[in-house]
């Protein structure tokens, strides 16, 4: 079975910070990655979808890398702002993590 | 803003009930998925429809049940209510081809929150 892990838990930046987010898988096996925002009681948002093919997707100031091989993904954010603010969960197929809480500071 | 609609927003029960759930899914989505998602956690699968056929499931036992309908819409049932039952429960949409396992881009619904009593 398939097992996510998300490192941070939590994570605080200043504004204007640039940040990653990590995510790991155990089986290399996998046909796709996305990765979500959940704002607190929300239902999710995906951010970017990544096909096993491929090795990166960009939106705006997001990109996600994919890295089948050592079984690893992240998630860049670059120059962080306060709206940012939320849960950020990774998704392989079916199977998601526990996400990492990210706060902005103004 | 994701085209997926669920209902109820919000439901109480007590230990022992049935409840239903319903999800719409995205114009043009074929495939609708349901998960579980506790408290701090991340979503738990469930189980997944694709026209209108049960197309895998996750580590939920058989009190867990649902259906697809013709328009794609889909119900989450659960029988026989338990306290750990309480949870926020998203349903998922995506258009997949017939050909692939691999699942295009999945938009979520907003959820319903359970609380069982």
């Known amino acids: 079975k398939q097992e996510v892990t998300q490192i941070p838990a939590a994570l605080s930046v200043p504004e204007g910070e640039n940040l990653v987010l990590n995510c790991s898988f155990t089986?290399?096996?996998?046909?796709?990655l996305q990765w979500f925002r959940q704002d607190p009681g929300k239902g999710l948002t995906s951010l970017l979808l990544?096909?096993?093919?491929?090795r990166e997707q960009t939106s705006g100031r997001l990109n996600a890398s994919l890295d089948k091989s050592s079984g690893r993904s992240t998630l860049y954010i670059a120059a962080s702002q306060p709206g940012d603010s939320a849960t950020y969960l990774c998704?392989?197929?079916?199977?998601f993590g526990t996400g990492t809480s990210l706060t902005v500071i103004p | 803003e994701t085209g997926v609609t669920q209902s109820p927003t919000h439901l109480i029960k007590t230990r022992g009930q049935q409840v239903t759930l319903r999800c719409s899914s995205q114009s043009g989505h074929n495939t609708v998925s349901w998960y579980q998602q506790a408290l701090g956690q991340g979503p738990q699968f469930i189980f997944q429809y694709y026209r209108e056929e049960e197309n895998g499931r996750g580590n939920f036992p058989p009190r867990f049940s649902g259906l697809q309908f013709p328009n794609y819409s889909s119900e989450l049932n659960v029988n026989a209510l338990e306290l750990d039952d309480s949870a926020l429960y998203l349903c998922?949409?995506?258009?997949?081809?017939?050909?692939?396992?691999?699942?295009?881009?999945?938009?979520f619904g907003p959820g319903t929150r359970l609380l069982v009593l």
């Open positions: 089986d290399s096996a996998i046909y796709n």
């Open positions: 998922a949409s995506s258009s997949r081809t017939f050909s692939g396992r691999t699942q295009e881009t999945q938009y």
């Open positions: 998704a392989v197929e079916f199977y």
């Open positions: 990544i096909q096993s093919s491929q």
